[in-house]
């Protein structure tokens, strides 16, 4: 834990390892190492958050478990300025920072991290580019090799697709008719109903 108002003005420096950091849901970040450098800026604080560690994730397109090697380098302002906090940048120096808002006043530094890591993860994970995903009939996985069903036809949307059909869902990428796209939306459907 930091206490903010104990902060000297050369600021502190903390770092440290964790065999496993718990994410959302089963996901974990292993072998993390990381770093914090917090420094009193007025009544703000700058931020600096390093980290590299090995994050158990899901492919977004196979929905296979595989391991993603994430590294981060964050730097923002924490501030409890309302007006400061809207107006979202800050220039410190020669340097244009984010601003967070960080009302506390005691702050804990893994969960500082955490939420960095958070932030800079990918939406949508893939285990290779190449990913081929899962038939939206069969649910197979092709990257294990080809189904027998017939090829989807464009105009005919899946059973999946109409029974989600009714759901307000929201994509990054939903440009119709980009294949790579509707596999990943395919895929992140099938996820969605494995949670159901
Ligand atoms: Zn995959
Ligand atoms: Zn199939």
């Known amino acids: 834990m930091i206490e903010l108002a104990k902060l000297g003005a050369e600021g502190l420096r ?3 390892t964790e065999a496993s950091l ?8 292993r072998d993390l190492h990381w770093s914090l450098f917090v420094l ?3 009544a703000d604080v700058f931020l600096e958050i390093r980290g590299r560690a090995t994050w158990d994730c899901t492919c977004s397109r196979c929905l296979e478990p595989f391991d993603q090697e994430l590294q981060i380098t964050s730097q923002f302002l924490g501030s409890k300025d309302p007006e400061l906090v809207a107006r979202g940048s800050h220039a410190l120096g020669t340097q244009d920072l984010d601003v967070v808002f960080l009302p ?5 530094e893994l969960t500082q991290v955490r939420e960095q890591f958070l932030l800079h993860m ?3 994970p893939l285990c290779k580019d190449e990913c081929q995903g899962l038939c939206p009939r069969c ?7 080809r189904c027998n069903c017939p090829p989807e036809s464009p105009k005919e949307p899946s059973a999946l697709a109409k029974a989600l059909s009714g759901l307000k869902l929201t994509f990054d990428n939903p440009a ?13 459907a099938g996820k969605l109903d494995l949670e159901l």
């Open 176 to 188: 119709p008719g980009a294949e790579s796209a509707s596999r990943v939306r395919e895929a992140d």
């Open 139 to 145: 649910g197979k996985n092709w990257n294990k090799g």
């Open 122 to 124: 990918p939406m949508h």
């Open 104 to 108: 506390e006043t005691v702050i804990d």
């Open 14 to 16: 903390l770092e440290g």
């Open 40 to 42: 009193p800026s007025g």
């Open 22 to 29: 718990p994410l959302e849901g089963k996901e974990a970040l």
